[in-house]
């Protein structure tokens, strides 16, 4: 009889005890929770936005740099020529030309810069 009843009374501390520490737990965390949300964080939060520049200022900076960027790509590429065995006019604009002594021949386009070859 007495094992019966300590047990009831161990059973039933068990069972009062349960409460209090799940609501000591969900106290903890909505604590927590409210420290998170607290004044003293959301003016630190807006002091740091106010700080990083503006999706629209950060635009405005590509496009200075693209512009500048824009400039070195739009030179004209300077090709090279076509080695050849044997070369030959492309077009009524290529005229062939004997130069470094007569060593070379090359043909040089007027028309078509893609033309140019030399012979050698």
Known sequence: MLASRLSRQVL???IATRP???S??????T???KRQCSSHTCKHMIAQQAQRPSIVQAMQK?????????KVVT???IRGMKV?????KLCDGCKSVRRKGGRYVY???SKNPKHKQRQG
Do not use: D, F, M, P
């Not at 590509?62 to 960027?69: K, P």
């Open 12 to 14: 039933q501390r068990s």
């Open 20 to 22: 209090r520490i799940a």
């Open 24 to 29: 000591t737990r969900y106290a903890v965390n």
């Open 31 to 33: 604590s927590a929770a």
């Open 62 to 70: 590509l496009e200075v740099g693209s512009a500048s960027r824009s």
């Open 75 to 77: 030179k004209q590429q």
């Open 84 to 88: 050849r065995s044997s070369v030959k």
């Open 107 to 109: 043909i040089i386009c």
